[in-house]
C-alpha cells in the first residue's frame, strides 16, 4: 500500500487524479475506470476533467462502471447513483455514455442484476483502476462491516449510520433506500489497479482500521491489505490517527523519480 498525505483536498484530488491518469496513459484508450459516487473523489473527478480540458488526458474512447446503486429509485432519480455519475463523471469527463455503466437497482430480478453488471465488467476486460471513497465505518462501494472478504456484486442491508450519513441527499432518512447493489469486495480485489481518497477527520478511524488494523470483516476496506496494488491519498485530517504517518511521509519524500505520477 502506497499512503501519501497531502496538505489540502485539492492536492489529494491532483495527486489521486495522476495515478488514474499514468494508468488510463499506459492501458491506451479504451482504459476501464471503476468510479465512486459521495463526495470524497469529487476533487479527484475535478483534476480529471482539468487534465481532459487541457487535452492531456482523453477518456472519450474508455468504459466506466460505477461501484454501487440505490435499489428501487426509479431510472432518472436525481440521488440514483446512474444520475450522479451521469453529472459528476460522464459529462465532465466527456466519456461515452453508451460506456459507462451502473448496477441496476431498478432491476426486476435483483438476484440476477449483480452476476450480469459482473459479466459486463469481464467484457469489457476488467477494470484497471477502481477509484473509491471509504465510509466513516470502512465500508467500501456498499460493503458494509460483516461483509464477506470474497464477497460478488450482490443485493445488501444499508446500515442506519450509512442511511444517516447519505440522508443529507434526501429530504429525510425514510426516503434513503435500505438496500443496494454493490460490487462485493471479491469483485474489486480483481480492479488492476485501486485508488482510494479520503479527506476530513470524520474518516481518520475507518482510515487507520483499513490501513493499520487488522484485515476483517469488520473494517471491510481492510481487505485492500491483500491487494498489490493501493494508492490511498489522504489529507492531513484523515491521516490524523495513522500511527505510521512519519513513515509514510519519508516515503513519499524519497520517492524515486521513476516511481512518482503526481
Ligand atoms: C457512500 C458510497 C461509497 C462512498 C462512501 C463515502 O455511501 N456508497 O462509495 O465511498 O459512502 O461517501 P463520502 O465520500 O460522501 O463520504
Redesign the pocket.
Known sequence: MEVIICSTAADAGRVAAGKVAQVAKARGPEVVIGF?????PLATYADLTRRIDSGELDLSQAWGFA??EYVGLEPGHPESYAEVIRTTVTEPLRMNPERVFTPNGFAENLQTAGPEYEEQIRAAGGIDVQI????ANG????NEPGSSLASRTRIKTLTTQ?RQ??SRFFASIDDVPRHCLTQGLGTIMEAKNVVLVAQGEGKADAIAGLVEGPVGSGCPGSVLQFHPSVTIVLDEAAAARLERADHYRETFEHKPQWQRFE
Do not use: A, C, M, R
Open positions: 465512486s459516487t459521495g463526495s470524497s461501484l454501487d473509491l471513497g471509504v465510509g465500508h467500501i462501494g456498499f450509512t450519513d447519505n
